[in-house]
């Protein structure tokens, strides 16, 4: 969660730069690709180190794997669906 809105932040902020300046074609350019370079990094860090951690007995769904205290589960399960919907409307968006 943390990860995506430092991505979100960084993407306004060069997104924001790349307006006021010319040419915007070019610098919104510079904004994605630094934005996915920086936003892919953490995700295969955390990938590697889960990896490392679980190895391949995770199961497909990986909330299904995880013990501790229900509501936290419950919240973590809850937060997924949140954003599945929003990813969906997001991408489904014209």
């Known amino acids: ?27 919104t350019h510079k904004a994605l690709v630094m934005q996915f370079t920086l936003g892919t990094f953490p995700i295969i860090l955390v990938m590697m180190v889960a990896y490392w951690a679980y190895g391949n007995t995770v199961n497909t769904y990986v909330l299904n794997s995880t013990s501790g205290p229900r509501p936290w589960v419950a919240l973590a399960n809850v937060a997924a669906f949140l954003q599945m919907i929003i990813s969906i409307h997001v991408s489904s968006d014209p």
């Open 1 to 27: 969660m943390c990860n995506q809105m430092l991505e979100l932040v960084v993407f306004a902020h060069f997104e924001l730069q790349a307006v006021v300046r010319q040419p915007t074609v070019r610098n």
